[in-house]
């Protein structure tokens, strides 16, 4: 499961051509959550579930963000948002209806736009 999540996440972020839907890709990192949620020792730093995407061949220069960007989330109950809330700690969330996209991180100094950068991988992106 780990290395259809991988190989999906290299398509749809690396090549920009996805290989599930939005709605497989969803359930099978459902699935592979569950599962390390049940077998904690499962759990590896390469896990689909540790990792936001992958790199893009790009010509972009790398830009490391002021503050993390995290991964967007699914949530489907008020249960699950409870479990988001007690696992992601931040002094500020900003949560939307999901659409499907580009995250960009703007900066602004003095009212003009100093920086436009992807996410990446949510500490470094690129502009």
Not at 34 to 57: K, M, W, Y
Request: contains cysteine.
């Amino acid at each position: 499961m780990n290395a259809l999540l991988t190989m999906a996440q290299e398509s749809y972020y690396g090549a920009d051509s996805p290989t599930l839907s939005d709605a497989a890709y969803d359930e099978a990192m459902r699935d592979l959550q569950a599962l390390e949620d049940a077998h904690p020792s499962l759990v590896s730093p390469d896990s689909a579930t540790q990792r936001i995407g992958t790199a893009r061949i790009t010509e972009f220069q790398p830009v490391t963000h002021l503050r993390r960007m995290l991964s967007l989330d699914n949530v489907f109950s008020e249960e699950e948002l409870e479990g988001w809330l007690a696992r992601t700690p931040a002094e500020e969330y900003l949560c939307e209806l999901k659409i499907d996209g580009l995250a960009v991180d703007l900066v602004y100094l003095n009212g003009r736009l100093s920086v436009a950068a992807t996410r990446g991988d949510g500490r470094v992106g690129r502009t």
